[in-house]
């Protein structure tokens, strides 16, 4: 009589519950799937982002170094128009 009773009384219910669990389950997957997608694609960016500053850097390390190498400024030959803007091509 209990099998009888629990199994028609509590199938209905047992259905719906074990398809809300897949249902939740699958939700879940997708949501995780797509916040590992996402964070994946930040890597990337983060990693392009990382090298553009590290060039840099090397980059200023490298002018540094090139510009503790002159001893003398005066040794240069500068052209004044690298240094003060010729008349009438700005503001004057």
Known sequence: MLKRYL???LLPYLITLGLGTVLASVGTSYYLWKSNTA?????????TELSSCKARVTNLREDAQSDATVT???L???????????PGNGLW
């Open 76 to 86: 240069f030959d500068v052209p004044d128009h690298w240094m003060f803007e010729a």
């Open 39 to 47: 964070l994946s694609e930040k890597i990337v960016s983060l990693n």
């Open 7 to 9: 199994g028609s009384s």
């Open 72 to 74: 003398d400024p005066k």
